[in-house]
């Protein structure tokens, strides 16, 4: 009985702990950074007018990317905006090669979009590496 009784606290402490986050978070107006980045490639076929090649291509790279991201969650703080830079510039450079210019601007601007929206962008910021 006792040993369910710490297991109730803890989870509870635990509970409240994160609620108390999730609200200084809002009252600090920092955007909390969402590391499951995954692209639709079906849409982004459909909106960049992909050929077969190039759908294999981007898709490799949007995995790629993902993943990489998503291993951003268990790097060091200081070290997460330059390899989160390292990510964006293998992904951009996977894109450039094998995308026209009309299609890279497009992509281009969905990779911003999309970074905002996750919170990713905040990352390039702090280590200076964002263009302003």
């Given at each position: 009985m006792k040993k369910m009784i710490i297991a109730v606290a803890a989870i509870m402490m635990a509970a409240a702990n994160?609620?108390?986050?999730e609200k200084l978070d809002t009252v600090n107006n920092v955007?909390?950074?969402?590391?499951?980045?995954n692209i639709n490639m079906r849409s982004l076929s459909r909106y960049l007018n992909l050929s077969a090649d190039q759908m294999d291509v981007m898709g490799y790279a949007s995995d790629n990317f993902g993943y990489s991201v998503k291993r951003?969650?268990?790097?060091?703080?200081?070290k997460r905006g330059a390899?989160?830079?390292?990510?964006?510039?293998?992904?951009?450079?996977?894109?450039h090669k094998y995308l026209d210019e009309v299609?890279?601007?497009?992509?281009l601007a969905l990779m911003n979009n999309s970074l905002r929206n996750k919170?990713?962008?905040?990352?390039?910021?702090?280590?200076g590496l964002a263009s302003k």
């Open positions: 994160i609620n108390a986050q955007t909390p950074i969402n590391y499951d980045f951003l969650e268990r790097t060091k703080v200081e390899r989160m830079q390292k990510a964006l510039n293998i992904n951009l450079a996977f894109a299609q890279y601007r497009k992509y919170g990713l962008d905040n990352l390039l910021k702090e280590e």
